[in-house]
């Protein structure tokens, strides 16, 4: 939540700063600022609303002159999103200029503390105590200030500073979020996200916790906390920028639907060799697996929804039980998790702050951990114990899609791996399994062409105020994860139910305004489902069913009907959620929301 960005070098800093926060606004848009040295010294421009305002304000950055600065893009935490509380914040002289990521936990007393000492406070935010605390530490030395101010703070934090008596230089400091420092030829730059760098560099720094950095345009240097300075391995980013380019597509939702097919096939790909899943991401032999009594799959939102998904194919296939946790849930819990315990920690971005708090709980307790993850170098990644990559490439949108679908694609594969290496399937039903997972790539491209009409079936039902998905078993996990994109990005009320507890409350809500989603794509349960349609159509709803592909039955009960391509039936959760994804994406159109930012949203939840 939050972007920073921060630049050194010979160009003009406004403009190379500008661009990074657009690449970084699906990570906070109430407000945006940026702050830059002129030489002389700091000047600072700020902006409420989206980094098109700043833009506006500053000229497209021409009216800001000085080769170095550092900029933010805003999702409020501490305050209203406004001109005054949008990041830079200067200390009371204007000696120094910060911009955070974060959540500074005990602000309230070095606020007190600093007002007891005559500081003024302009803002509302957490983030103005440490512009104060670094004027009121400054000696003259930048490198001490910083590190005496970062002493005093409490909390999950992101921080770039820029000094008025030091132009050229940056420092930033990491603790419990993401930062990440790029490497260039006569320039340098840090950020919250690598989308901000690639397009001037692909050599960067993953920065860990406790770490700072200072950056000149000829030098980086990395310094433990105690100011010792230590080596950094660097890293190359494999991807380009018109990766993280709309390409043509109305919205980056789109173009990331779009993309799912070879995101799947990315992830798929490189683990399928002559017929076997091969992982070299990790290494578990067959006894480490068997040692294993459970196995907790924890994570947040849409990758929580992935987890419960894996969790009826691993059951399914390996026979060993397995939770589902929310990790904002897990991490306050005294769980029952031990060396026996294998624990699944799932996340898109690797940086989910809930996730890597419950995770770290679980590994004291001696549970081995493997991380899905899409972003290399990550948080998650670098403190599992395994890590299987997705290789989804960036994701912009804030409602993910291609995220979502590669995580199911990494625990199809790991659940099958997982059972062959077990013992608990043969050589037959390995290669059918392995068959489909090799075809999830293609069904994903099917599932789109199936599906021409939905913007039609949008443009019927987008005034709909709250709707409910229901399915049975594989098919009710999906039914969560299409109720939250609906909800995510066209602000309509929508809940996800197992279809068979209908008439144990939920029906009481079913009336003739009420559209219900029926996911169908188990055929054993086919039968129940059409019962369950009927219930609600005989209370005057309209059902609007998602079936396999070629399934007729399905007209003479649903009012309208979306197709997910027949495959292997463990694996539909994968196809079937891609109608639903342009379901919701269509209907946030008609209703005209703002479908890459959703509001009160932010890509990356890096603070509780």
């Not at 992982?279 to 040692?291: G, K, N, P, T, Y």
């Not at 594969?413 to 050589?427: N, S």
């Not at 409910?468 to 996800?496: P, V």
Request: hydrophobic content about 40%; proline content about 3%; glycine content about 8%.
């Amino acid at each position: 939540m939050c972007g920073i960005v921060g630049f050194t070098g010979s160009s003009q800093a406004a403009g190379v700063l500008l661009d990074g926060l657009r690449r970084l606004e699906y990570r906070g848009y109430d407000s945006a600022g940026i702050a830059v040295h002129d030489g002389q010294r700091i000047e600072m421009v700020k902006a409420s609303g989206s980094v098109d305002n700043l833009a506006a304000r500053t000229a497209q950055g021409s009216a800001l002159s000085g080769t170095s600065g550092i900029a933010h893009t805003r999702w409020a935490t501490h305050g209203a999103p406004t001109d005054t509380n949008a990041h830079p914040h200067l200390s009371e002289h204007g000696l120094f200029a910060v911009v955070h990521n974060g959540i500074i936990e005990n602000f309230a007393a070095l606020r007190s503390e600093l007002e007891n000492e005559g500081y003024v406070f302009r803002s509302e935010t957490d983030t103005e105590v440490v512009a104060h605390l670094l004027e009121k530490y400054y000696d003259g030395d930048f490198k001490r200030t910083v590190m005496r101010t970062a002493g005093r703070l409490e909390g999950s934090y992101v921080l770039g500073v820029l000094c008025a008596d030091a132009p050229g230089t940056l420092f930033c400091v990491k603790e419990a979020g993401p930062l990440i420092l790029g490497l260039g030829v006569g320039e340098n730059f840090f950020a919250s996200d690598v989308t901000a760098l690639v397009s001037h560099t692909k050599n960067v720094v993953y920065m860990e916790d406790g770490e700072f950095a200072e950056l000149t345009p000829e030098k980086v240097t990395v310094y433990d906390r105690t100011g010792r300075e230590i080596s950094k391995t660097v890293s190359h980013v494999v991807w380009d920028i018109e990766a993280a380019e709309k390409g043509g597509y109305e919205h980056f939702m789109m173009k990331e639907i779009m993309e799912q097919p070879r995101a799947v096939k990315s992830t798929v790909e490189p683990r399928i060799r002559d017929g076997r899943i091969v992982f070299e991401d990790f290494q578990l032999d067959r006894e480490q697996l068997a040692a294993f009594n459970k196995i907790v799959i924890t994570a947040c939102g849409s990758a929580y929804h992935a987890g419960v998904v894996g969790k009826y194919v691993i059951e399914e296939l390996c026979r060993v039980p397995v939770e589902v946790e929310l990790a904002s849930e897990l991490r306050y819990r005294n769980p029952i998790i031990d060396e026996h315990t294998l624990l699944i920690v799932v996340s898109q971005s690797g940086e989910t702050a809930d996730t890597i708090a419950a995770m770290r709980e679980c590994m004291e307790r001696g549970a081995m951990s493997l991380a899905i993850v899409n972003v290399v170098g990550s948080t998650i990644a670098r403190i599992a114990d395994h890590v299987i990559y997705t290789h989804a490439g960036p994701e912009i949108a804030v409602a993910t899609t291609k995220g979502y679908t590669t995580q199911l694609a990494a625990l199809y594969l790991f659940a099958v791996w997982a059972a062959e290496l077990l013992g608990k399937i043969d050589a037959q039903r390995y290669t059918e399994l392995v068959e489909g997972i090799r075809a999830l790539p293609s069904l994903v491209q099917r599932a789109i062409d199936l599906n021409v009409h939905v913007r039609y079936l949008a443009e019927r039902w987008h005034g709909h105020e709250s709707l409910f998905f229901i399915g049975r078993n594989i098919d009710y996990a999906a039914a969560m994860e299409g109720s939250l994109k609906l909800k995510e990005i066209s602000y309509i009320h929508s809940e996800a139910y197992a279809a068979g507890e209908l008439k144990h409350g939920t029906i009481a809500l079913i009336d003739e305004k009420r559209l219900v989603v029926a996911l169908c794509c188990q055929d054993a349960l086919f039968d129940k489902m059409v019962s369950n349609i009927q219930e609600v159509k005989a209370r005057g709803a309209r059902v609007l069913g998602v079936a396999p592909e070629g399934n007729r039955r399905i007209f003479a009960e649903a009012d309208d009907v979306l197709y997910s391509p027949r495959g292997e039936q463990l694996f539909a959760a994968l196809p079937e959620i891609v109608p639903l994804q342009l379901f919701a994406y269509h209907i946030a159109r008609e209703n005209g929301c703002a479908i890459d930012k959703p509001r009160n949203l932010a890509k990356s939840v890096t603070v509780e």
